[in-house]
């Protein structure tokens, strides 16, 4: 389980099962679906794991092991550990002690397991009765082998400086810092670079790099919903729209009263959607691709992928808006080729470790974060269907005072008409709710503000027009409005409570080259 779950969610958990029960229940759970290849994949690509640079690979006991950090844990811990572990980003586990007691129990921990498994035996008995079972033997005197007790990644980060050194981390380590301090101590122990400024873009396109791309790419659709709701709030219909419905905008007011309104509502919380995505393609591209995050990559990737085939939503609403379409296919090049790139080596620098209590914190909002971004999908999954088969909610049609046979019957292209708004406003949402998740999921560290100022950018420009939209028109009705003020609920808190951990100031020293 990831940190954003296991420290907000561990005094309840030890309450509810007791601490030793449920700190075996977490280890078996993630050794259960670590020892599977798929979920070992999806255990490491969901927690934003990565491989680790080439330096940190070394040996222990004459093993090569591809990142010189791992754990040590005793014998009845073994069997679990070497699966739940590499997944995590250990790259080497040690049992230890053992005697020949315990050497049945690691001959079977050894079977099928994915990473080096050494062993510190406690006489040569235990040895001689591991010796084909096992890939080597430490000693408790050897100078390389470093054991750690303290969480403090920046220790173990410098630990790791010295040549040949491995840091194995005892068990206290991880009940203490959360599974995510393998990821952390690898990225605090990684060379890097200084970022990229402006002024290296140059001006030949051929040469622009994937983060001024994605740069473009957040501007374009930031551009894109000032523009869409500046048409909304001044002449509402276009001249397409117009010849669409057959129907200018004081037909559609004498059809409907409501109807010009409803129009607006769906159009604007749209156009505060895209700003919002925007907001996350800037941040992603300014603050994580630019500076070698190599999940800031994949988040804006994953958060396009969904993005833009929601533009053939049109062939299920039958009405193709040529400006909709003509910014798609504007900015979707320029998406690949903000893809497609070689992205930058690392280029962060990371601040210093902080309070543990305020990393606590943050924890907290980053799983209210996510669990935003997870809600977020969920609405706009349903809005997509809800816009491609009914169109409407039985709130929409109270608001208009109509039943939806009666609006077909005043125009058979209004029905479809709405539903192209309200189904792109859903894939929106959703392309917007993947970058949401995944970025709190992964980028949350401490010292990167930029990943705080994304996200209340996006939350700002998403949640605010709907709420002003609703009630300048008086929809107001407080069970559709619900999710609305729940999101900006968790968002605030979520927010607030981080704040003083990724927006902490980071150390004017230089990054580790």
Known sequence: MPDWTYHPLRGAAAAVFGLRRSQRTALRLLASVGSRPAGARLI???????????????????VPVTVRIGISVP???????VRAMPPLGAGVVEVAPVSAADAQIVREAAVGRSIPMVVRACDPEAEAALKLH????????????????????????????????????RTEVLVAAGPGWFARVTEAATPTAPAPVLRDVGRDPRRWPAWWWALIVGLGMTGAGLGAAAITLGPVLLWYDRDYLGMTLDDLH??????????????????????AIGALYTGLAMGGIRRGWPWAREVYLLSGALGFPALFYFLATGFVEPLHTATALVLFPMFLLGVRRSPHGPRWRLAPEGPEPERRRALVGQLLMILTGAGLFIGGAVISVVGLTDVFVPTDLTFLGVD?????????????????????????????????????????????????????????AGFLPAVVVHGSIHYTDLIHLAPVYFGIALTATGLLLARPYLCAKVSAASPKT
């Open 75 to 81: 014998p009845s811990l073994a069997r679990e550990t």
């Open 404 to 460: 939806a046979h009666t609006l077909d019957t005043l125009n058979p292209r209004l029905a479809p008409f709405l539903a192209h708004d309200r189904a792109g406003f859903g894939g929106a949402l959703m392309s917007a709710a993947v970058a949401i998740v995944l970025l709190s999921a992964w980028g949350w560290r401490r010292g990167e503000a930029w990943v705080f100022w994304t996200l209340a950018a996006a939350g700002a």
């Open 44 to 62: 490491a690509r969901g927690f934003g794991h990565r491989h680790p640079p080439e330096r940190l690979a070394g040996e222990i006991a004459g």
């Open 254 to 275: 004498a059809a409907n009263h409501h109807l010009v309104h409803f129009l607006q509502h769906d159009r604007i919380t749209m156009a505060g959607t895209m700003v």
């Open 134 to 169: 096992v890939d080597g033997f430490t000693r408790s005197d050897d100078p390389h082998v470093v054991h750690v007790s303290d969480p403090s990644v920046s220790g173990a980060a410098a630990a790791l400086d010295e040549p040949g050194a491995v840091v194995l981390a």
